[in-house]
């Protein structure tokens, strides 16, 4: 008879499609993974993959047996919360966010987990959108607050709202009752995050779409230092307008209006579809109470807050 381990092996591989991720994922080491995966494979009456380059593709067989792990592994989990119900552990819960969310509603977030699931601890990782994605993706996160991103069958996606950007400069730098075309502002320098980041690549195809090839400056992956360049006149940069009202209103940063809007950039939450989809979309539905992004599901108003 197949064990747990066995099954988890197989199951994890068929999901991150690669034996040294499903190591990783089990925290074990390459080795027992095939160990165990070869068990599961000479039990099964039949081929569980097909080679696909680097990657393992499921057969047929392979995808039904997935899917009872699956359910099996969904009704572990739901026995092993009844057991902890009296007197949960603490848990640590990883949620990858980026700089925009950190510096806005994200303590909001913790104060309601905090009020919520007193017996889990959230360990908050900020960095640039496609790390965080890639993470997810291989199980390193359980949840993440990111742009949107086409994910994996493995991973749930839940829309949280949307980020309005525009461009910024030094004051007096553009009329600030002028609308200015895109060669305006590609005749200053744009400073940026690396290409790693959401909205430089977005920028780069407005630029690239309009025919323009602005000097493009790397400004760090810190939106407030790169705001100090901007203020200091070094060149423009696209940021989140939110994030920078305090600015705007004191008149140390400037809001470019152009005849081409900035992006607007949806974000999402990301969570494995296993082991924890209950507790995932739990968690995003405080994300969206606490979210302060436009909702689009509400038009016109901002996510509740208090």
Known sequence: MLTIKQLQAFYWVARLGTLNRAAEKLHITQSAVTKRLQEVEAAAAGPLFEEDGRRRQLTRLGRELEAECERLFDRLQALENLKRSGAPPARVFKVGLTEVVALTWFPDFLKRMKALYPSIIVQPEIDLSLTLHEKVERGALDF??????????????????????????????????????????????????????????????????????PDRIYGGNNIQALAGLVAAGVGIGCLPVQLFRSELRAGSLALVKTSVPAPTVTYACYFPHYPDSALGREVAEVARQSSTFVRRDVPGRRARRG
Do not use: N, Y
């Not at 461009?167 to 002028?178: E, I």
């Not at 200015?180 to 690396?194: D, F």
């Open 144 to 213: 993440a607050i990111l742009p949107d991103h086409r994910p994996s069958e493995g991973v749930v996606k839940l829309g949280v709202g949307d980020v309005k950007f525009g461009w910024f400069s030094a004051p007096g730098m553009f009329a600030p009752d002028a609308v200015h075309p895109l060669q305006a502002l590609a005749e200053k320098p744009v400073i940026e995050q690396s290409a790693h980041s959401v909205i430089t690549l977005v920028c780069g195809r407005i630029w690239e779409s309009a025919g323009l090839r």
